[in-house]
């Protein structure tokens, strides 16, 4: 689960405040850049560093082996970018639906390598701009609801093909209340939402303490449905699923630069050409990288500890009896969750943003997981004395408004994307994955009611706008976000 998250929990005129802010100051540093002719010029001045990092997770340590790099020029019906959990997804159902085409999967690294292998390992339903608020269309939210739980039994039903446990469970997960206001603002969603059929439930400040282990937190909001996974063994099934299904997968092939065209032609780093008619741009927060979704999304630096397994006595001693993960409702949340082993990792906190998009571990990390080992012996000061084994970070994008994308574009409307998860991603990728391709295949109208489809983000200023707009955004956040009791 990505930091950035909606505090869904606030009441909606708060909500709102909060939302026409972060629009004030982006759109309005948009509109100074555009005024002097910076704005435009930007990208041509700045261009950004392309470069990926190797995730260092916790989760990574039980990758699949790498596939070779590609080497040498070939021809495909449809080239995806990225091999994370968006690009490996819409390969299988490219795959599935049309075992006729030929599809290839570059990744510039290892799969998973990204945001689909670091993550915080939560299960989320709905999206991040419905989670925990119902819209004017409560039908609309009750089929995004529907359509993110069946796909959690998808996920499933993928992953028994290939016999890979991906440790997913599915017995709740909460979101705390860490204000009385927040609490009051979650009990009355979880007494409306049954209502039109999404089966939620409000928890008091006890029934928390006694699930979670701690006091800290005024009530909760519980979703049955919800729940965990272990991120990179679920890049494992979407690969295997892929693979099995036809798509060629070719590692360690950074695409640096991309013809459009009724087909396209991709240049690897290597210097070997692929040739597609349809592109799939699943690269996250990299996108940007190779000149799309720029004005759309920016990298947002998010960090993850974990610590070694917790001895069966200590863990029954800070009495996290329901081991059900949570996060709590600031904008700058953290997140935590305990694995099948009994190690537990928090995400989240206080998130950074590099000048010009820019996606390399940051110097200053050290403070970051400094920050996140605080906060965990704040929640459970009986860990006094235990340190993190594993701490890792890196990019994940973020939108404006915080809504999740998905759709098609280019002059020859043969290019298809997926972005601004927010969060909600371990889920979301999936279904647009499937949606991909869907719209590769024609088959747009049958996705015509979701209102992410073939949608963009709102404007994100370029350089220097970009960097003041969203530091005053996460100022903004910090001074505004509920403390610490």
């Not at 759109?27 to 435009?40: I, L, P, Q």
């Not at 992953?159 to 017995?171: V, Y």
């Not at 204000?179 to 939620?200: D, F, H, L, Q, W």
């Not at 298809?416 to 647009?432: E, R």
């Amino acid at each position: 689960m990505s930091s950035i998250h909606l505090a869904k929990f606030l009441e909606d005129n708060a909500v709102h405040r909060r939302k026409l802010l972060k629009n004030a100051v982006i759109a309005g540093a948009g509109t100074a850049a555009a005024s002097v002719g910076v704005n435009f010029l930007a990208p041509s001045v700045l261009p950004e560093e392309m470069v990926f990092e190797t995730n260092r997770s916790y989760w990574a340590k039980t990758s699949a082996p790498v596939n070779p790099s590609l080497n040498s020029d070939i021809e495909a019906d449809v080239a995806v970018i990225g091999g994370g959990f968006t690009g490996l997804s819409a390969a299988y159902f490219l795959c599935k639906n049309s075992p006729g085409k030929r599809v290839v999967l570059l990744e510039a690294k290892a799969c998973g390598n990204g945001a689909s292998g670091r993550n915080g390992a939560m299960v989320l339903t709905q999206t991040a701009d419905r989670y925990m608020q119902l819209s004017d269309d409560p039908a609309l939210d009750k089929k995004i609801y529907d359509l993110t739980v069946a796909n959690i039994d998808a996920m499933r039903a993928i992953a028994s093909t290939g016999g890979i446990d991906c440790e997913l469970e599915t017995k709740g997960a909460l979101q705390v209340c860490n204000t009385p206001e927040n609490a009051a603002a979650a009990k009355s969603y979880a007494e409306r939402a049954p209502a039109i059929g999404i089966p939620v439930e409000f928890w008091n400040k006890d029934q928390t303490a006694a699930a979670l282990g701690t006091s800290d937190y005024q009530g909760a909001y519980f979703d049955p449905r919800a729940g965990q996974i272990h991120p990179m063994k679920w890049v494992q099934a979407l690969k295997f699923a892929a693979a099995s299904a036809g798509a060629e997968i070719y590692e360690g092939t950074p695409v640096i630069r991309i013809a459009e065209g009724p087909a396209h032609r991709l240049e690897t780093s290597s210097g070997h050409t692929v040739k597609a008619k349809s592109l799939v741009l699943a690269t996250n927060a990299f996108s940007s990288k190779l000149g799309y979704l720029r004005r759309a999304v920016s990298p947002i630096h998010d960090y993850v500890g974990i610590t070694p397994p917790i001895p069966d006595l200590l863990l029954a001693e800070i009495g996290w009896k329901s081991r059900l993960p949570f996060n709590d409702c600031r904008r700058e949340t953290y997140y935590l969750g305990i694995t099948p082993d009994n190690r537990i990792h928090i995400g989240g906190g206080p998130v950074k943003y590099s000048f010009n998009n820019g996606v390399r571990d940051r110097k200053d990390q050290q403070r970051a997981y400094d920050m996140l080992l605080r906060e965990l012996m704040r929640i459970y000061p009986k860990l006094a004395g235990v340190n993190f084994e594993t701490t890792w970070g890196g990019v994940v994008d973020m939108s404006v408004d915080e809504s999740p994308a998905v759709g098609q574009m280019g002059k020859h409307h043969n290019i298809f994307y997926a972005i601004g998860f927010s969060g909600h991603g371990v889920n979301l990728t999936s279904i647009f994955g499937r949606i991909i391709a869907d719209l590769e295949a024609g088959g747009a109208e049958q996705w015509s009611w979701l209102p992410y489809l073939n949608r963009m983000p709102p404007y994100i200023a370029n350089e220097p706008f970009r960097w003041l707009g969203i530091q005053a955004s996460l100022r903004y956040y910090r001074l505004t976000d509920p403390k610490n009791p």
